[in-house]
């Protein structure tokens, strides 16, 4: 399994990141969607980077009080079922 990170400074590296993850387990935005139990098109605005008051504000109290935000993940070479 390859391991990826990314630094998240942005609702646009918010959603890339979770886009790239979303791929690597093979999921499309509607599988996600329905596993969260929200519209794919909620899928869709994040992964855009369309930024909401929420991202806004927890990125915004990071870089005032100096914290960094990184996302992990790992590619899923296993089928999912």
């Given at each position: 399994?390859?391991?990826?990170?990314?630094?998240?400074?942005?609702?646009?590296?918010?959603?890339?990141?979770?886009?790239?993850?979303?791929?690597?387990?093979?999921?499309?935005?509607?599988?996600?969607?329905?596993?969260?139990?929200?519209?794919?098109?909620?899928?869709?605005?994040?992964?855009?980077g369309k930024a909401t008051i929420y991202v806004r504000r927890l990125l915004?109290?990071?870089?005032?009080?100096?914290?960094?935000?990184?996302?992990?993940?790992?590619?899923?070479?296993a089928p999912r079922d």
């Amino acid at each position: 399994m390859a391991k990826h990170t990314a630094r998240l400074r942005s609702p646009g590296d918010f959603g890339l990141a979770v886009q790239q993850a979303r791929l690597a387990h093979g999921l499309s935005q509607s599988e996600l969607a329905a596993e969260l139990d929200v519209p794919q098109s909620t899928i869709s605005e994040i992964e855009s980077g369309k930024a909401t008051i929420y991202v806004r504000r927890l990125l915004s109290i990071a870089r005032i009080i100096g914290l960094e935000f990184t996302a992990t993940w790992e590619e899923d070479d296993a089928p999912r079922d």
